[in-house]
């Protein structure tokens, strides 16, 4: 009944996408509660100077045209707010298009430059993204984002993303700790208990990581040193996510440069590759996922998820679908060993666990072990905790969403931009701090993500000096 | 002739917590910034009704007002939506109504202690995705007369309408089966 992605994708390397395309520059404002002295125009402006510093033999003349993107026009209520971005860089008459998915905004608006840029329309590509969540109380802010989900049949129940993003961890948990680690508990009702409980413990360790990280990211919104027991007692909001398995509200903005290869070797000594890029969608109603079989990754095997009904409710098809398109145009067969670092969309702590699976770094079921191998923390990095794996695969080594913030229409252009410096070793400049920077990082991924998984991106980054 | 001393009744602080109380009372007031240096922050209200036609969705909708909830059927693909769609997601084909049972169990659920302004006197409240035997989807509803302890995966579950409808997704419930709660 279902087309199998994996088998409709099939691209070649470099082929399908035309020229190369390559990241030379990036900025990104620090993200916070709220800029009540920068309007979105100058936010955006901001990040623009600093990506433009950064090479200085650009000049705007130069730039062919731009993707803007922001998520909600709720946030903003001014409706065609990227024609003012573009108006206030001073880019017109040069052509431009706002982007616009949910969650994935940045990285979408990303993979638009990318395309720009690789089909020949244009020789450098501006991306910009901002968001201004402040304005608005909390809740209301909730408010806004859960009419990003349907609303005949979602919204009126208690429209609450925390709300839905828990309904699919639950699911996540019974499938893989109760009927896994706790199959052998003949009782159901101790069996999902313990179950839960285990589950806390290990969505914790994300937090700790990703707040952790973050205390050596001057652009972060919520550095903390946190330890499991802090995440676990901090106010429940969505059972069971607490208050730091969650990201804030922030404002924000980012900015990445994208370039062709004759132009990115002309502005910098180290462009930055986009080798792969892919993008997957799902149903907008989590109630709609069907129940079938796993799109397989080149270095998976079928037998692996015999049983399993795929996605339901607790696994996020989209981000598959992303992540083998993403590797196939790269040419990474076995992401584990051919990827150094990750910058994934950790909204919550659970979906990081689920997007490790999605993105083949572990098989489906194996997500809690592989936080707690320490595998996606940072090495040498004191957590206060074990991690005996420690430096396999870095996730989020920037503090990711969680800890960052997440001002929708930046976050995927934050990650670029992260990515961008860890893949040129120049964090330590930009951070001020080289704590975070992964020695001889060769190859990122970014990955960005729209509602309960609705759409998500995945961009393939590859130093090339 | 605008008065002069005009501004000067706006209130100025060095706290954003505080500026966002004072617009509440006042409707504007003064952010003093140290680098930017003097913000000028008001109220700025917005409200809007929308003419909403539920359309291909109607049926359902007017069928909770009746006690009845409808999922669609794919004859093509022998495929039942819990939550119904009017044309199938895979082949595309117009789909039937098909009555769904007012009997099933919760395949995932939540109880969310925060939620939208619009819901937050509501909490907590519980959230659910409920299966039926025989369909191949699910539906997401709100579970009632039931806390956090006593929930779990697999709970046998039962529909409640609303006796007086706001035609809206709430008007169908779902409570553990054999709940006293309201047939
Ligand atoms: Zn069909």
Sequence with gaps: MEINRSERAGMRKGKRFGRQVYLVS??????KKAHPEMDFRYMVK??????????????????????????????????????????YLGLNPRGSMRIEWGGATGGESFQSGFEAVASGRMDICLVAGFETMSRVQTWKGNEF??????????????????????????????????????????DEREAQRLAFREAARL?????????????????????RKLTIGDVMSSEMISYPLTREMICTMSDGAAVAILASEEEAFRLTDKP?????????????????????EVPLMKHE????????SYPGAHSFRAGRAASIEAYESAGVENPMKEIDFIELHDAYASSEIQTYEDMGLCRYGEGYDFIESGKPFLAGMDYGMRTPEAGKMPVNPSGGLIACGHPVGATGLMQAVFALWQLQG?????????????????????????????AVTVSILEAVR | MV?????????????????????????????????????????????????????????????????????????????????????????????????????????????????????????????????????????????????????????????????????????????????????
């Design chain 1, 203 to 223: 969505l914790s360790m994300v937090s700790v990581k990703n707040h952790t990280n973050a205390l050596h990211n001057p652009y972060a919104q919520y550095p």
């Design chain 1, 145 to 186: 984002i859960a009419l990003a989900s349907d609303t005949n049949y979602d919204y009126p129940n208690g429209g609450f993303y925390s709300g839905y993003y828990a309904l699919m961890v639950t699911r996540h948990i019974y499938e893989y700790l109760r009927n896994g680690k706790f199959a052998h508990i003949r």
């Design chain 1, 26 to 31: 990036g900025g990104v404002t620090k993200f």
């Design chain 2, 3 to 183: 008065s002069s001393t005009n501004n000067r009744k706006l209130k100025k602080f060095t706290k954003y917590r505080d500026v966002m109380a004072e617009i509440n009372r006042k409707g504007a007031a003064i952010y003093r910034e140290k680098e930017h240096g003097d913000q000028l922050v008001i109220n700025f209200p917005y409200s809007v009704n929308y003419i909403h036609s539920y359309a291909n969705d109607s049926k359902f909708f007017l069928g909770l007002a009746d006690g009845k909830l409808f999922g669609s059927r794919c004859a093509k693909c022998d495929y039942v939506f819990a939550t119904p769609r009017s044309h199938c997601m895979f082949c595309g084909e117009q789909t039937s109504w098909k009555l769904l049972p007012k009997k099933g169990k919760v395949h995932s659920w939540t109880t969310c202690e925060f939620g939208s302004e619009a819901f937050l006197r509501e909490t907590p409240y519980n959230l659910a995705l409920i299966e039926f035997a025989g369909v191949n989807s699910l539906f997401m509803t709100r579970l009632k007369d039931c806390s956090l302890d006593d929930i779990y995966v697999g709970m046998p579950v039962e529909a409640r309408f609303a006796r007086k409808p706001e035609y809206l997704v709430r008007d169908v419930w779902f409570v553990p089966s054999g709940s006293a709660g309201r047939k």
């Design chain 1, 426 to 454: 120049t964090i330590g400049k930009h951070f001020g701090d080289a704590t975070l920077q992964i020695r001889n990082a060769r190859r990122g991924a970014i990955h960005s993500h729209a509602g309960t998984g609705s």
């Design chain 1, 301 to 308: 095997k079928k037998e692996y998820y015999k049983g399993l």
């Design chain 1, 272 to 292: 930055v590759l986009v080798s792969g890029v892919g993008c997957g969608t799902d149903t907008m109603r989590l109630a709609d996922r069907p129940f079938g």
């Design chain 1, 46 to 87: 901001k990040a623009y100077d600093y990506a433009m510093s950064d090479v200085p033999s650009l000049e705007k003349k130069d730039i062919d045209g731009s993707r803007i993107s922001y998520f909600s026009d709720h946030f903003t209520r001014q409706l065609k707010a990227a024609s003012m971005v573009q108006d």
